[in-house]
């Protein structure tokens, strides 16, 4: 990697980080020609694709799962890379699919013939919920659309109120949000197609893939983005660079934080957009043990009624690694609640639930990870949602090209169909690509192409506004 100031000054484009977008934008526009700089606050890339690997253990601390293999550019992406991936296909809050054991709010493992009614009527509501959808008002939360579709069943309070905790699960699982704070479409995009699979040898390898052959700069901070007709200017760690053109591809939280100007100020539906959206809470827990406890053959633990508000589901992610091991999520009130605590009261709460379903064969774990994304300064947040009054179309309005090309933002918040994931990550860099070129391009060539055209010198020249 260069750090040369007169090699920043010769740059057609200047990329403002270097995570799933930020990586697809520059990877394309260099194929296409354009000399392309990243500019990456962290001393890492991949951003909220990060893999630890301490203890000789692969652990994914930010996303874990391609949510749907069939058709998905991540999957095809990973193939051509060569990364291995194993089926786990209960990533997406599914009440079924895959065998899940699910414990009653007194801890006793529901039966079979209970688990498939119990199954049947999440199904029942999911189906009155989307008649109910279209109609809801503008300002409609995930709650008041949920208990409509609830109170359209009949059912009696018990009934009823194990498929409304589980909604309130899902609204916390998928998008880290409570669910009257999650807007009434705020899970329109939740569907799966296809298996789900996550990377036993770490999600870290698609973005070190697409960082081959890019001239990334790792620590430098973005703090202000200038864009006008003559291009833009963007300032970091106390040095102005100038280019042609900017993809910002910062998380939604940056952009709200104020940490990184840009002046002028986002037009106003851009701005209005970001506005409604914002990052949720979301942590995850790993935990690993010396043998497992729990039940065999199962992909998840799933617990009902108020013991599980906070600690209602456990992923066996055992097969990955054959190293016993439970993942489950802090999410939206419990990962406010526990953001001050210690590692040890956090670990401590979780086993309490799982000494409730398994007794004292619970032992310490013999390794735990828990992450801290609402305080990590680069993301604040894991991902970023839907509240009250937002429309799905919202993330597309912040991929709107500003100033005649200027500048374009991208990045997970910015792709409707499914936002919050590496896929929409990935696809909203190559939309910006597209825009910035001004053409169409191949979204394959990421995986298919050289990272850069070869350099003979009668490349056509391109258009980067
Ligand atoms: C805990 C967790 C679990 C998840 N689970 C899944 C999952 O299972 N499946 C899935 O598909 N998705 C999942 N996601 C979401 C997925 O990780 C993101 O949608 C995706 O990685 C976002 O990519 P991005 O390029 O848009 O943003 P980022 O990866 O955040 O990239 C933006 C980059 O900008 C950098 N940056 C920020 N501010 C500045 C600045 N001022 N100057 C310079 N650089 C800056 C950041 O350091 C970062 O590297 C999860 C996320 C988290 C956190």
Do not use: C
């Not at 959808?133 to 409609?140: K, Y």
């Not at 599980?308 to 999520?329: E, I, K, Q, R």
């Not at 639930?353 to 013999?366: A, D, F, K």
Request: aromatic residues 8%; hydrophobic residues 40%; charged residues 25%.
């Amino acid at each position: 990697m260069t750090d040369s100031v007169d090699g920043l000054r010769e740059v057609d484009v200047i990329v403002v980080g270097a995570g799933v977008s930020g990586l697809t934008a520059g990877r394309l526009l260099q194929q296409q020609g354009l000399r392309v700089v990243v500019l990456e606050a962290r001393e890492r890339v991949g951003g909220r694709v990060w893999t630890d690997r301490s203890g000789g253990l692969v652990t994914d601390l930010g996303a874990s799962w391609i949510h749907g293999v069939n058709g998905s550019p991540v999957a095809a992406a990973a193939d051509a890379f060569g990364l291995p991936t194993v089926e786990f296909t209960v990533g997406g809050y599914q009440p079924d699919s895959r065998p899940i054991a699910h414990y009653s709010p007194d801890g006793v493992r529901l039966t079979d013939e209970e688990a498939v009614r119990y199954v049947a009527d999440i199904h029942a509501v999911d189906e009155a919920l989307s008649g109910i959808l279209p109609a809801s008002a503008p300002d409609a939360s995930y709650r008041d659309v949920t208990d409509e579709a609830l109170a359209a069943q009949g059912w009696d309070d018990e009934r009823t109120q194990r498929v409304r905790e589980y909604l309130e699960h899902r609204a916390e699982e998928q998008y880290g949000a409570w669910i009257e704070d999650l807007a009434a479409h705020g899970l329109d995009d939740d569907s799966i197609d296809g298996h789900e699979v996550v990377f036993p040898d770490g999600y870290d390898r698609l973005a070190e893939h697409l960082a081959e052959g890019l001239d990334i700069r790792l620590g430098r901070a973005v703090d202000a983005v200038e864009w006008g007709s003559e291009g833009v200017a963007v300032t970091a760690s106390g040095e102005e660079l100038r280019a042609n053109a900017a993809v910002v591809t910062v998380p939604v939280g940056v952009l709200r934080s104020g940490d990184l100007r840009i002046t002028p100020s986002l037009p106003g539906p851009v701005q209005e957009a970001l506005d409604r959206l914002t990052m949720n809470d979301f942590e995850k827990v790993f935990l690993r043990f010396s043998a497992k406890f729990w039940d065999e053959d199962v992909y998840a633990i799933r617990q009902q009624g108020p013991e599980g508000v906070w600690w209602h589901s456990f992923y066996d992610l055992t097969p990955l690694h054959g190293v016993p091991t439970l993942l489950t999520f802090a999410a939206g009130p419990a990962a406010r609640a526990i953001r001050d605590w210690s590692e040890d009261r956090v670990v401590g709460s979780v086993l309490d639930q799982l000494r409730r379903l398994y007794g004292e064969r619970v032992e310490e774990p013999t390794s735990v990870h828990l992450t801290a994304w609402h305080a990590d300064p680069w993301a604040r947040g894991s991902y970023a949602y839907m509240t009250l009054g937002s429309t799905t179309a919202d993330h597309d309005a912040l991929a709107e090209p500003i100033g005649g090309g200027a500048l374009h933002l991208a990045g997970e918040a910015t792709w409707t169909d499914d936002p919050a994931t590496v896929t929409a990550a990935l696809l909203s860099g190559h939309r910006a690509a597209e825009n910035l070129l001004g053409r169409a391009v191949p979204l394959e060539s990421l995986w298919t192409l050289p990272p850069a055209p070869p350099t003979d010198g009668d490349a056509e020249a391109p258009r980067t506004s």
